[in-house]
């Protein structure tokens, strides 16, 4: 089965300064990674996903993610935070195996950016 | 935008009550899903759908229903409604091809007093 873990509940950053939203994950097959972002009483919205090739892959809004399989890992990260940035965000991945429908989400990681 | 409705948004209703929860999106999408995402964030699946006439329960336990008679309909039953549902459902979908993202609509939550 697959899994997804969002090991900090909240991240704290300064506006201006770079931030990292970290997730790590498991699966059986390739996997199908994806960063969402929530903001409050809204539903969740993409940002980027890593499916195969280049491990750096860019998304919405100055976002960007790193894929690392040996880490397992794929965080999310962005050079410059801006306030407006301050939401919730959920990494997720898919068994990319045929037949693998599940979208398993982490816990979600709350960041908050501070002016 | 993502075109995935669900209404209603917000719902206050009494214990015993039956609601439904509508979940509709215009995009042709075959596979939907429902989420339950409690006070502490995190996100369950509770039930997804392959297309029509296909659902199946997903990893969190619910005492919910679905159905899905049409392609761009998965409605959300609780036939009596208890005060530990209070929670907020989110519905998503994505097409059939196993490497594109799911696209949500902006939930309903839900209170059972």
């Known amino acids: 089965a697959q899994s997804v873990a969002q090991p900090e509940d909240q991240v704290n950053v300064a506006e201006g300064n770079p931030l990292t939203v970290k997730c790590t994950y498991s699966?059986?097959?390739?996997?199908?990674l994806f960063w969402y972002v929530q903001y409050p009483n809204r539903g969740l919205q993409f940002l980027l996903k890593?499916?195969?090739?280049?491990?750096l892959v860019k998304g919405s809004y100055g976002f960007e993610a790193e894929f690392n399989k040996s880490q397992t890992s794929f965080h999310l990260k962005k050079p410059s935070a801006l306030v407006s940035d301050s939401a919730l965000y959920f990494c997720?991945?898919?068994?990319?195996?045929?037949?693998?429908?599940?979208?398993?989400f982490g816990t979600g990681t709350r960041l908050l950016v501070s002016p | 935008e993502a075109d995935i409705y669900q209404t209603p948004r917000y719902l206050v209703i009494g214990t015993g009550k039956k609601i439904t929860l509508e979940c509709s999106q215009t995009?042709?999408?075959?596979?939907m899903y429902w989420y339950q995402q409690d006070p502490g964030m995190e996100l369950h699946l509770i039930h997804y759908s392959y297309g029509v006439n296909s659902t199946e329960k997903g990893d969190l336990s619910s005492e919910s229903t679905v159905s899905r008679i049409r392609t761009e309909h998965f409605p959300l039953t609780l036939e009596s409604a208890r005060p530990s549902h209070t929670s907020q459902y989110l519905c998503?979908?994505?097409?059939?091809?196993?490497?594109?993202?799911?696209?949500f609509g902006q939930g309903t939550r839900l209170t059972v007093v």
């Open positions: 998503a979908s994505r097409t059939q091809s196993q490497d594109t993202e799911a696209f």
């Open positions: 997720a991945v898919r068994d990319g195996r045929t037949g693998f429908q599940k979208l398993v």
């Open positions: 995009m042709g999408h075959d596979k």
């Open positions: 890593y499916i195969t090739g280049d491990n």
């Open positions: 699966v059986s097959g390739n996997p199908y």
